[in-house]
């Protein structure tokens, strides 16, 4: 689906930013998911557009057309990883804390570590999409801050449970509930090294050519759908390749 008017942006966003406020928007909103994920694609042109020199607009790429055969080298860097470390194939993930697809594939991810416990391994990169998610880029640092102590999956999980409830007052119950020392945690956070591998990763998304969340490769290609199958035949095309 595509969004025919930037004129009806604004609409949308006003809209999409009250979730998990009221219990009945929040149900209406829990079944608009497939349009907050394209209103994610879209952000990365908006924010071309909105800093460019007047002249020819960029163009716009369909989601479901993205370069479908390039294969991308993606580096780990420092990013968390869930998996061995040697394994054969290496899905990385381009996710946002608050966006709410990216909440749905926990369990679809978690499956397919658990059908290649051996050759597969998980990558998460934060890409936080601040303009719709206000909390993001904040639960994106606190996770990064939560490693830095060995517990980043620990925080993605429970942030992951509390989608709607990403307050800096939350986040550092979080962090107390998973046993984190919370004054250095908080020190990480506001840290240059925090703030530059949150950098890095989005840096490391654009280059990919993310513009919406989730996004995820494996072994480089982006994969179109998000169904075990889908995850199946790309793992298992990508296992024969050697």
């Known amino acids: 689906m595509r969004i025919p008017s930037v004129v009806v942006l604004p609409v949308a966003l006003v809209a999409l930013c009250g979730c998990g406020q009221?219990?009945?928007?929040?149900?209406?909103?829990?079944?608009?998911?497939?349009?907050?994920y394209k209103l994610g694609g879209l952000e990365k042109t908006l924010q071309l557009a909105a800093n460019r020199p007047a002249g020819p607009a960029p163009n716009v790429v369909d989601d479901d057309k993205v370069y479908p055969d390039r294969i991308y080298t993606i580096p780990l860097g420092d990013s968390a990883v869930k998996g061995p470390r040697d394994a054969r194939v290496t899905v990385v993930e381009f996710s946002d804390f608050q966006c709410p697809p990216c909440g749905d594939s926990r369990g679809l991810l978690e499956h397919v570590l658990e059908t290649y416990p051996q050759d597969v391994k998980l990558v998460y990169k934060v890409f936080p999409l601040s303009s719709i998610h206000p909390f993001a880029l904040g639960a994106a640092r606190a996770a990064i801050a939560a490693g830095r102590q060995g517990k980043f999956w620990e925080m993605h999980d429970v942030m992951y449970q509390n989608q709607t409830e990403l307050a800096s007052?939350?986040?550092?119950?979080?962090?107390?509930t998973i046993g984190l020392d919370v004054e250095r945690w908080q020190r990480d956070m506001v840290s240059p090294e925090v703030q530059a591998q949150v950098a890095r990763e989005i840096g490391d998304g654009r280059t990919a050519d993310v513009d919406a969340t989730p996004t995820i490769f494996v072994n480089g290609k982006r994969l179109g759908?998000?169904?075990?199958?889908?995850?199946?035949?790309?793992?298992?095309?990508?296992l024969r390749k050697g």
Do not use: H, T
């Not at 009221?22 to 907050?36: H, K, M, S, T, Y």
């Not at 007052?169 to 107390?176: E, R």
């Open 169 to 176: 007052d939350k986040l550092a119950q979080y962090a107390k």
């Open 225 to 238: 759908q998000r169904s075990m199958d889908d995850f199946k035949q790309a793992i298992d095309a990508a």
């Open 22 to 36: 009221d219990p009945g928007l929040q149900e209406v909103l829990q079944d608009q998911r497939e349009i907050l």
